[in-house]
């Protein structure tokens, strides 16, 4: 892999988690942001701070958007403008309108887009995805996915709804993301957000969103951000007409899978999982943005999954199911000159 020049726009705890992994594929970096962190991040690790965000982008080949998601729409232009590839952290946009757009410029400017839908490349979700598509389980016909977190106080925008998107964007994008790359797209959500930003104990939000894919399964997202103390964890229990499948990030390391699997479902590996899934990720898109495959993620998925939680959010608001074709057509053209 040749040399990689990268711009890596932000300075917040997602831009550290990309760092490392740009760093440890030898890339050369040059960081902005407009909060001061970089330069401090340019000092802890010997990269270049840029001045402004035409210079970072100067001569780059790859822009790394790790900013709040209003701003990342206007970044990701004018990286196509100055000739770069773009990363950008999920989601892609807060709405599908300027989703939308990022693909359709990624493509006319004859550059890549990727969304940095990190979850796809953890190992629990790789082995579901592979016990899902080899007909393992059988026909699905539901799924649960439950992620549980801290609320993220760390930025300020996290709570303001206009600018995150609440919970059903930010956080439970992820899980729908994930039921879409198994089950096809999502014909209808009915979906309810809850949140008490300034509670006592410290801002509180919930929600959750039941999705209606095309082929017939029934999948249910469930997110909640805690108070501080508040643990990391990821669930997901997946019916089949050959058993089920479960996995709980805290309870155990493996999945397991029990009912009429059979042999199938006899143990999977545990213990260490290998490469972190950011380094996974990073790498796997470093070799699309230098002519190698296609990965697992596209601008496609960047847009779709932008979709569904914008009409998550419209039902959550009205109480009714949300078709999301109809509130949010899709006209869509990859990220990708191939």
């Not at 029934?218 to 997901?236: D, E, H, K, N």
């Amino acid at each position: 892999m040749s040399r990689l020049d990268v711009a890596l726009i932000g300075a917040g705890f997602i831009a550290r988690t990309h760092m490392a992994a740009w760093i440890a594929l030898g890339a050369r970096i040059r960081i902005f942001s407009t909060d001061g962190q970089a330069a401090l991040l340019a000092e802890e690790f010997g990269l270049t701070e840029a001045a402004s965000l035409p210079a970072a982008l100067d001569g780059a080949a790859i822009a790394d958007i790790c900013t709040p998601t209003t701003t990342h729409h206007d970044i990701a232009l004018a990286a196509f403008e100055a000739g770069a590839h773009v990363l950008c952290e999920k989601p892609l946009a807060l709405t599908p309108k300027d989703a939308q757009h990022m693909s359709d410029a990624a493509h006319e400017a004859g550059r890549l887009l990727y969304p940095g839908h990190v979850v796809r490349f953890f190992p629990a979700y790789v082995r579901l995805r592979d016990a899902v598509t080899s007909g393992a389980l059988g026909r699905v016909a539901v799924a649960r996915f439950t992620r549980t977190g801290r609320y993220p106080t760390w930025s300020n925008w996290f709570t303001d709804p206009a600018l995150s998107g609440g919970i059903v964007t930010d956080q439970m994008l992820h899980d729908m993301d994930i039921a879409r790359w198994l089950f096809g797209d999502v014909v209808t959500v009915h979906a309810t957000q809850r949140g008490r930003p300034h509670a006592p104990e410290g801002p509180v939000a919930t929600g959750s969103a039941t999705l209606t894919h095309d082929s017939g399964v029934i999948s249910q997202v469930l997110g909640v951000w805690g108070p501080p103390a508040t643990p990391f964890r990821y669930t997901f229990h997946i019916a089949g007409s050959h058993g089920t499948l479960t996995h709980d990030s805290l309870a155990h390391p493996s999945l397991r899978v029990t009912g009429a699997a059979g042999a199938q479902g006899d143990g999977v590996p545990t213990g260490d999982f290998g490469e972190d899934p950011f380094a996974t990720q990073i790498r796997e898109l470093a070799a699309a943005f230098q002519g190698g495959p296609a990965p697992r993620v596209s601008a496609l998925d960047g847009v779709a999954a932008v979709r569904i939680a914008a009409a998550a959010r419209q039902s959550a608001a009205t109480g009714l199911a949300v078709a999301v074709d109809d509130a949010y057509p899709l006209t869509l053209t990859e990220g990708s000159p191939r």
